[in-house]
């Protein structure tokens, strides 16, 4: 890229380590991050690394190379580049990770390898930066990381939404302990004791599994996509996804407010609800309610540990396991009478809503913060009388 600033080799301004272990190591009840070459940050119970960091995988099938910054104990994977500056009166490790946020493509590039790409420790000593005053990369920092803080607040605020709709999913339709429960009785039913004036149900009851499909040369090549790879693991906010220009395989149309369920590798718990109308992987399930009512009912539901253990639990393949919507739509439910269901709707409605604006503001901070990084560290929009960092609104 060009810049005004001096431009210097990584090698001699940054350290080079590699993590230790394998990816078996990760723990789903980890204590500690753990950094592989996937998008997706995972935990584990060691740490090898205590400090700040860039993280920067060695490896990746399509040259796509995850890059993050963390400060604090983490672990790492045996083939991800932990990276630090060995002299933060020269260059911050921070300005560091920025600088090479805009080299991803270079190194996507200059990579080696057929089936899989490699990131050598020869290319990324070989790879430049702009390297500006201390007092210039302090303020392009601050600038910065002021987005990704509004960005990582709201994805925390996200996650507390997430976890209160399925607390009370659970608490009200599957413990029963809704709003007067306790003078309702208990009846029997097929799927066993339920409240009286409830229904035992099912997915497949409740919801149909749209096969929309569409080829992309019948699409604007603007219409948002949705891979399995844009889809975040155990979060229903879909902030992420392409343009159906990039694809060339028959897709599936979804519409906003429809829910997409990661079939392969079901395990991988990725379920969503589409924030835009578009279209999606013919990997995807996309739910469509035959009731708008039903709506985050369903939500809650094929959204939970359960549902996506029961998926993981009857998925068909060895190497890459599907689910199977025929078997899932006899997952039980119990559908609850229209005065517990809608007081479930208008508890639940004003949290998914949130998510949903939530998921806009961060995609709208993230455009705002990636057209503003290269001006920032080319030169091109000055910093030098900046007194104090600028905040975004």
Same mark, same amino acid.
């Given at each position: 890229m060009k810049s005004r600033f001096q431009m210097l080799p990584l090698e001699g301004i940054v350290s080079f380590k590699t993590g230790k272990l394998n990816s078996n190591a990760a723990k789903s009840d980890g204590v500690f991050p753990f950094f592989t070459c996937s998008q997706e940050t995972y935990r584990t119970d060691t740490w090898s690394f205590d400090g700040e960091y860039v993280l920067l995988a060695g490896n990746n099938a399509a040259g796509i190379y995850p890059l993050k910054y963390f400060n604090g104990k983490f672990d790492a994977y045996q083939r991800t580049y932990a990276i630090r500056s060995v002299d933060q009166k020269t260059? !911050?490790?921070?300005?560091?990770?920025?600088?090479?946020?805009?080299?991803?493509?270079?190194?996507?590039?200059?990579?080696?390898?057929?089936?899989?790409?490699? #990131?050598?420790?020869? !290319?990324?000593?070989?790879?430049?930066?702009?390297?500006?005053?201390?007092?210039?990369?302090?303020?392009?920092?601050?600038?910065?990381?002021?987005?990704?803080?509004?960005? /990582?607040?709201?994805?925390?605020?996200?996650?507390? #939404?997430?976890?209160?709709?399925?607390?009370?999913?659970? /608490?009200?339709?599957?413990?029963?302990?809704?709003?007067?429960?306790?003078?309702?009785?208990?009846?029997?039913?097929?799927?066993?004791? =339920?409240?009286?004036?409830?229904?035992?149900?099912?997915?497949?009851?409740?919801?149909?599994?749209?096969?929309?499909?569409?080829?992309?040369?019948?699409?604007?090549?603007?219409?948002?996509? =949705?891979?399995? /790879?844009?889809?975040?693991?155990?979060? =229903?906010? !879909?902030?992420?996804w392409g343009k159906a220009g990039q694809v060339q395989s028959t897709k599936l149309r979804f519409r906003r407010g429809e829910i997409l369920f990661g079939k392969i590798r079901p395990y991988f718990h990725k379920v969503g609800i589409a924030p835009v109308d578009g279209v999606c992987s013919s990997d995807a399930i996309v739910i469509v309610p035959k009731k708008e009512e039903w709506s985050l009912l369903l939500l809650c539901c094929v959204?939970?540990?359960?549902?996506?253990?029961?998926?993981?639990?009857?998925?068909?393949?060895?190497?890459?396991?599907?689910?199977?919507?025929?078997? #899932?739509?006899?997952?039980?439910?119990?559908?609850?009478?229209?005065?517990?269901?809608? !007081?479930?709707?208008?508890?639940?409605?004003?949290m998914v809503d949130l998510i949903k604006n939530l998921v806009f503001r961060n995609r709208n901070l993230q455009t705002t913060r990636d057209i503003l990084l290269p001006k920032l560290i080319s030169g091109e929009v000055s910093v030098e009388n900046l007194e104090v960092a600028a905040t975004p609104a």
């Open positions: 260059v !911050l490790t921070r300005y560091v990770y920025y600088a090479l946020r805009l080299q991803l493509e270079l190194m996507k590039s200059i990579s080696t390898g057929v089936a899989t790409k490699f #990131l050598t420790l020869t !290319l990324l000593n070989q790879t430049q930066i702009p390297v500006p005053p201390l007092r210039t990369q302090r303020k392009i920092t601050e600038i910065v990381s002021a987005y990704d803080d509004l960005i /990582e607040n709201n994805t925390r605020r996200i996650r507390i #939404l997430e976890e209160m709709a399925q607390m009370i999913y659970r /608490e009200w339709l599957v413990n029963f302990r809704f709003p007067g429960h306790e003078n309702v009785k208990i009846v029997e039913s097929e799927m066993g004791p =339920i409240p009286k004036r409830w229904s035992a149900s099912s997915v497949g009851r409740l919801a149909d599994d749209a096969r929309r499909s569409i080829d992309p040369s019948e699409l604007d090549p603007e219409t948002p996509y =949705i891979g399995l /790879e844009h889809m975040p693991r155990k979060s =229903i906010a !879909l902030s992420d959204s939970s540990k359960e549902f996506v253990d029961q998926a993981t639990q009857t998925s068909q393949g060895t190497k890459m396991p599907r689910a199977n919507w025929g078997v #899932l739509t006899h997952y039980p439910i119990a559908l609850p009478e229209d005065s517990v269901l809608s !007081l479930f709707n208008d508890a639940i409605s004003p």
